[in-house]
């Protein structure tokens, strides 16, 4: 999505000139000895002494419009009024920039003649923002608490949006943006993870619809933050949070679990998950109601994709400039990656049994799978050595093959696979599951376990099955399946499993190409 730097060229040029003004220390009074600036994708900030002065940029994206002055200072005025909501002491006022007889000066926000505005804000130290303590691990539990708390309370006094608006609507307009602008920015090689978001995410709505609305006519839609990154959380003498959505109330009006949600998804971003839980916990512990973790993590992963398009659109700001735009699409894809993660998380708790016969390319699949989603893989290879009391890469003696081992194998695969279900979380099984009496023993006896059970059955021609095999017996590997075993085995229909849950799938090519068809399979209604 490009953005339309030049609205008028006048405005452009009058833009640059004051942008050029405000860089030289003698532009304020008293001069500073220096003046720092820091640029964003919208606006420029400039640090002139003890005071801050925002300025916004004469740009229009799809999401944002600053195009022309009396829109940039009537957005001024209520990002003043809206961040003192949470930065009460650091919001100063909002400042004309008007023309002189020797180039530009500050003013009053009402003088005449004026071609530019300014938020004044009071300079904070950016080593006391939670990112940067963050990179230094000056951050402790207690301290997200706090926020935690402050969050909490904010949003309890927060203005409640209509209770009877479907928050679907606004989440479907604000998302459909976000791809629409993401699906031009990325490389091409990118542009199926995109569509795949997109799908997950309708998916989504479609699958909780009723829980979306109760949230709503229980008001927790509200007038919120609607930017809560971690540069912007500021740990002084006194926790205050600044730069809030003023462009659009409609990104601000949200779900209070969408706004913490953009805060957990930056932890995670920067390394600090077991934060990011315990910033859930405590602000459920206050009093918030961010909903499920599943809904939290489906609120994230909106958050990373955002923060994706942003990252894109800013490096194309660069490289118009000139200037190195590589860190900012390394951002952006890895905040891609990262929304794909979240977008497992929210999938859960859920049971995927990978199945097939040997050499099927079953523990590949379940790699990949793990890797991709950070659910942990439970292998029938390595439970049954487990249980023979023998090393994982050590081979099995036949006496762990026949059926009342294999029983006892399977009935340990339940059981790990239900202790996971039962803590909320989600589990990949790896086995071959090729008959029912191993589905029996998996089950227990009951058929609660198989109905969470999600199966997908990998099928690869028997050939490629053979070589696979012939390749892993000639070094250490958890499986002992040597080519003529694979060669007798045979599969038993997963009759007893309705079609919704039993995903045939072709193994035989890309990785990642099987990855996205699971990810498909569970986003399809029947899935």
């Known amino acids: 999505m490009t953005p339309v730097v030049n609205i008028l060229e006048r ?16 532009f304020y009074s008293p001069a ?47 990002e003043v009024r809206l961040n003192r909501r949470l930065a009460p002491g650091l919001y100063r006022g909002v400042r004309s920039i ?43 539990r207690e301290q997200i608490g706090q926020i935690a708390a402050r969050l909490a309370a904010f949003h309890a006094e927060a203005e409640v949006v209509d209770p009877a608006a479907d928050p679907r609507r606004q989440l479907k307009r604000t998302s459909g943006e976000t791809f629409t602008s993401l699906f031009e920015l990325v490389p091409a090689d990118l542009q199926a993870a995109v569509i795949a978001a997109e799908r997950y995410t309708g998916a989504y709505l479609i699958r909780r619809a009723g829980d979306f609305l109760e949230r709503a006519l229980s008001g927790l839609v509200r007038d919120g ?20 959505v003023e462009f659009d109330p409609g990104l601000r009006r949200i779900d209070v679990a969408s706004d913490l949600a953009f805060l957990v998804m930056d932890l995670h971003r920067l390394g600090a998950p077991d934060l990011a ?3 859930v916990a405590a602000y459920r512990a206050s009093g918030g109601d961010p909903g499920d973790d599943g809904l939290v993590a489906f609120y994230a992963a909106q958050r990373a994709w955002v923060r994706a398009k942003v990252e894109l659109l800013r490096a194309n700001q660069l490289e118009l400039l000139g200037e190195p735009a590589g860190p900012a699409r390394e951002a952006a894809h890895a905040l891609l990656s990262l929304g794909r993660r979240f977008a497992w998380a929210s999938r859960q708790p859920l049971l995927i049994v ?52 294999s029983e006892k194998t399977y009935a340990e695969l339940g059981r790990l696979a239900r202790a996971e279900l039962e803590r909320g979380g989600t589990v990949i099984v790896d086995a071959t599951f090729r008959g029912a009496a191993d589905r029996r023993a998996f089950a227990g006896g009951g058929t609660d376990l ?23 017996a000639k070094g250490p590997a958890t499986s002992d399946a040597t080519p003529g075993v694979a060669a007798a085995q045979t599969f038993e229909a997963l009759t007893e499993l309705p079609a919704s849950r039993h995903l045939p799938l072709r193994t035989d090519r890309a990785i990642e190409s099987c990855v996205a068809a699971v990810e498909s399979w569970l986003d399809s209604p029947g899935g």
């Open 11 to 26: 405005n452009a040029t009058i833009h640059q000139e004051v942008v050029a003004a405000m860089r030289d220390p003698a």
């Open 354 to 405: 990978i199945c097939g016969l040997s050499g099927s390319g079953k523990s590949h699949l379940a790699g990949a799978l793990s890797a991709q989603s950070g659910f942990p893989v439970i292998s029938s290879d390595v439970v049954r050595k487990r249980l023979a009391g023998i090393n994982p890469l050590q081979r099995a003696e036949p006496e762990q093959y026949t059926s009342e081992f």
């Open 277 to 279: 839980a315990e910033l």
């Open 32 to 78: 500073p000895p220096s003046v720092e600036v820091r640029e964003t994708h919208a606006s420029i900030v400039f640090l002139a002494g003890d005071r801050a002065y925002k300025v916004k940029k004469p740009v229009r994206f799809e999401f944002l419009d600053y195009s022309i002055l009396p829109r940039r200072r009537k957005l001024c005025t209520e």
């Open 225 to 244: 933050h609607g930017d809560l990154r971690a540069e912007h959380v500021l740990l002084e003498h006194e926790l205050e949070i600044v730069d809030c």
């Open 450 to 472: 198989l109905e969470h059970a999600r199966f997908v059955e990998c099928l690869t021609p028997r050939e490629l099955r053979l070589r696979r095999t012939q390749r892993r």
């Open 98 to 140: 008007v023309r002189t007889a020797d180039g530009f000066a500050l003013g009053p926000e009402d003088a005449s003649g004026a071609v530019e505005y300014a938020v004044e804000m009071r300079r904070f130290d950016e080593r006391r923002t939670l990112a940067s303590r963050l990179a230094r691990h000056h951050v402790d």
